[in-house]
């Protein structure tokens, strides 16, 4: 896999721009609801902007001649992420927790991995973990409740659980009102949904995601 992983990011390394290197996480599409809500964390260690290509290539050399090294399997993981190589990050975000099986940032980037590549039962999983780890997490919480909702069988009360867990330690917590919210939708409780989405459009009165919110609302 290592030799076919290096050739294959090696032509699009070539004509690869500094712009492909801005955070990108509020740009990550969702089956249902599209860029996923502000509260969703970014992945540690990205390439920052400026970083010249002959780093990156070596970065991926590196991930093959150090396979003990956890940050720069990691960092790996988090370059094929960037580009939407997102079954190249899950593999090298693999190597490193099983290096770090405890560490809840591995986990948690391997759960946004999964999330992007529409695996969210697999995306669930590895939140749970994280919030295993990190009860108080609530940003991962509400990830894992994201998850839970897209997936293809929807575990829309368990869902809904987790949210009110983190909604009654951080009542504006703008993801979990996202969620409480499109949870409410697919269950098919208008009245509920739009209380969720008042209390978004309060803290986030300039927010896309409202607007897509009552679309979806005046749509079922």
């Known amino acids: 896999?290592?030799?076919?992983?290096?050739?294959?990011?090696?032509?699009?390394?070539?004509?690869?721009?500094?712009?492909?290197?801005?955070?990108?996480?509020?740009?990550?599409?969702?089956?249902?609801?599209?860029?996923?809500?502000?509260?969703?964390?970014?992945?540690?260690?990205?390439?920052?902007?400026?970083?010249?290509?002959?780093d990156i290539q070596q970065l991926i050399e590196l991930s093959e001649r150090e396979p003990q090294n956890f940050a720069v399997q990691m960092r790996t993981g988090d370059l094929y992420a960037q580009i939407g190589r997102f079954d190249s990050a899950i593999e090298?975000?693999?190597?490193?927790?099983?290096?770090?099986?405890?560490d809840p940032k591995a986990h948690l980037v391997l759960g946004n991995a999964y999330f992007d590549s529409r695996k969210f039962d697999l995306a669930a999983e590895q939140y749970g973990k994280v919030v295993g780890f990190e009860p108080e997490n609530h940003d991962a919480r509400s990830d894992l409740a994201g998850a839970l909702i897209e997936m293809d069988a929807p575990e829309l009360d368990r869902a809904v659980n987790e949210l009110q867990r983190v909604i009654e330690a951080v009542p504006?917590?703008?993801?979990a009102l996202y969620y409480s919210a499109l949870a409410h939708i697919k269950r098919g409780e208008k009245e509920k949904a739009g209380e969720f989405i008042t209390r978004l459009r309060t803290a986030r009165p300039d927010s896309h995601l409202v607007t897509r919110l009552d679309q979806m609302l005046a749509g079922n």
């Open 92 to 102: 090298f975000y693999k190597r490193g927790i099983e290096l770090r099986p405890d």
């Open 1 to 54: 896999m290592q030799r076919t992983l290096l050739f294959g990011i090696g032509g699009i390394i070539i004509g690869i721009t500094l712009g492909f290197w801005l955070a990108n996480s509020l740009n990550r599409n969702m089956a249902v609801t599209g860029a996923l809500p502000s509260d969703h964390l970014a992945m540690p260690g990205i390439a920052s902007p400026g970083t010249a290509q002959d």
């Open 172 to 175: 504006d917590h703008n993801a």
